[in-house]
């Protein structure tokens, strides 16, 4: 299911049937951050009713449908993170707005100017609040076997997959047990 030692930067925590926090039952994590003092991500595939258009003016023409906030997670859930796929690989200049994360996967600086990433992304999502882990939480979360650490695709930040589809299709990816887990039932007593 994966250790601590293969969380980093661009991998996904997926949540396993035995977590039933309902926070992240089922929920696929991008993970942005993981250091010595804990780990931040952004939940995937959990679209909001909130236009990007009507909060961020500019920033919804960069945005893959639906164009609409993602909720992050329940950690600061007023403040706004920007992911973007790069089209290029080329040395970014320092004001670039763009900080890259893993691969082609970037922090996207929404104080910049949108107009100068035209062409330079090939889409992006906003994503209001995320989620955290303090050190040693995550560690423990993992042992427990409440998620799986799986290597994310830069694909899967932009993909019109939510919720359990997101989570089936990840499954889906892997081998062993994980996959199998792709074919089970929402709701395990049913099995």
């Known amino acids: ?24 039952a089922g929920a696929v994590v991008y993970v942005l ?17 909130v236009r990007i258009g009507d909060v961020l003016p500019g920033w919804s023409e960069l945005a893959v ?4 906030f993602h909720i992050g997670g329940p950690v600061e859930a007023d403040t706004a993170l920007c992911l973007a796929t ?14 890259q994360v893993a691969g082609a996967v970037h922090l996207v600086d929404l104080d910049s100017d949108p107009d100068e990433l035209i062409g330079e992304i ?15 939480q995550l560690a423990d979360e993992l042992a427990e076997g409440a998620w799986a650490c ?7 930040l932009l993909t019109g997959a ?14 062993g047990r994980l ?13």
Do not use: C, K
Not at 3 to 21: H, M
Not at 65 to 68: I, K
């Open 162 to 175: 939510a919720g359990p589809e997101l989570w089936r299709s990840v499954l889906r990816r892997q081998s």
């Open 150 to 156: 799986v290597t994310g695709l830069p694909g899967d």
């Open 1 to 24: 299911m994966g250790s601590l030692d293969d969380v980093r930067p661009g991998s996904l925590l997926v949540a396993l049937p035995g977590l039933v926090d309902p926070t992240f």
């Open 122 to 136: 090939g889409g992006l999502r906003v994503f209001a609040g995320y989620a955290g882990w303090s050190h040693g």
């Open 179 to 191: 996959g199998v887990l792709s074919t089970a039932p929402a709701d395990p007593s049913a099995n």
């Open 65 to 68: 449908a639906p164009e609409v």
């Open 33 to 49: 951050d993981h250091s010595g003092t804990g780990t931040i991500g952004v939940v995937l595939g959990r679209p909001s009713e």
């Open 86 to 99: 790069r089209r290029g690989s080329a040395p970014l200049p320092e004001d670039s707005g763009l900080r």
